[in-house]
DNA sequence: AGGTGACATGTCTGGCTTGACATGTCAATC
DNA sequence: GATTGACATGTCAAGCCAGACATGTCACCT
């Protein structure tokens, strides 16, 4: 369902684009956010054409199809934003290594915690990067998806370097 | 792959289970970073047994099963908090609403925010409640994550705010 | 003329996950 | 004696997803 979401959103603001040009969007800009590779892309935007939500604007060099979004499609997203209450998913291996790290002794879960940080801090430097990239005008899809991101991705390092101390001062 | 260590640390830490057992210790505990139903556990639980990482260490009343955790599934748990690297999941439906806020017209917008603040108004409440319930004596598996979701929640909120200031004022 | 790399679209297998279906026991209440 | 509700274990179908496999075009460089 999502997946549907994030391609008529991405249609919805860009523009018409090719299974491919989504793929690529999807890399450097809601990846972050929600991942997809083109083996789930492409069989989503022949669904959506067949609902009516997207047509087929254009069929270029190389079997390139171009879609559009159309306004039924529109409507759906719209519909989505407005009444779908997000579903807390709630299943991130990093919570569960959280979760764990009192089955390790301090020097373990020190070092466990150290490694997690070093992923964070490299991705809020990747985060830094999109923003710096996509300077923040407002309108701009993403701009507040990325603000998020690297709050939440501050406060991740918070509490790693908190509970280090704390395992710290245990030991 | 994380189901079999979710259990497997469950079963560290807190001695042997039934897979009913278990079920119920998921939605207490570990439900708020890694969700799984009975329809899930039951099937884990035999492969985790068919590959020696726990044993059924009695059969009770009810067809009831207990099973254990062996040193071999002691060492799995131990290996992948030391070895495995976390994959950020980045599938958030939360998120996602976030990237596509400029979809919306200003007052769509902070009522879609409200809407989520509410939502985790009441997750932070519940995260509290286990707080206090179950009070962080250290060495008890799950404080560490209890913080980092208090934290990420309080996080969250004061995004939520802040965009919803930012989206008042440019209207 | 041949090779490389970006462009472009698909399929398929296997694993994970959800929700529904299915079955049966035991203890306590009415 | 019958009903209810917690205990207890499973299966199944359908959808989602990742990674591998497969195919072919076009432009540019050598």
Redesign the interface.
Known sequence: M?LR??LL?LL??SGPASGYDLTKKFEVS??????AGHSQIYPELAKLAADGLVTVEAEGARGRKTYAVTPEGRAE??RW??E?????????????????????DAP?AV??LE??SA?SRA?LGHLYELKVANPPA????????L???I??T???L??AA??ID?LRH?A
């Open positions: 999502s979401i994030a959103g919805s603001s809601i990846n972050h956010v929600w991942q997203v719209h934003m407005l779908h209450v997000p579903a807390e998913p709630a299943r991130s291996e990093n919570a569960l290594q959280a979760f764990l790290l009192p089955l390790l373990e070092a466990v490694r997690m992923v991705r407002s309108g701009r899809l993403g701009v507040h998806a603000e998020l991101g709050m939440q501050e406060s991740f918070t509490w908190t509970t704390a245990d």
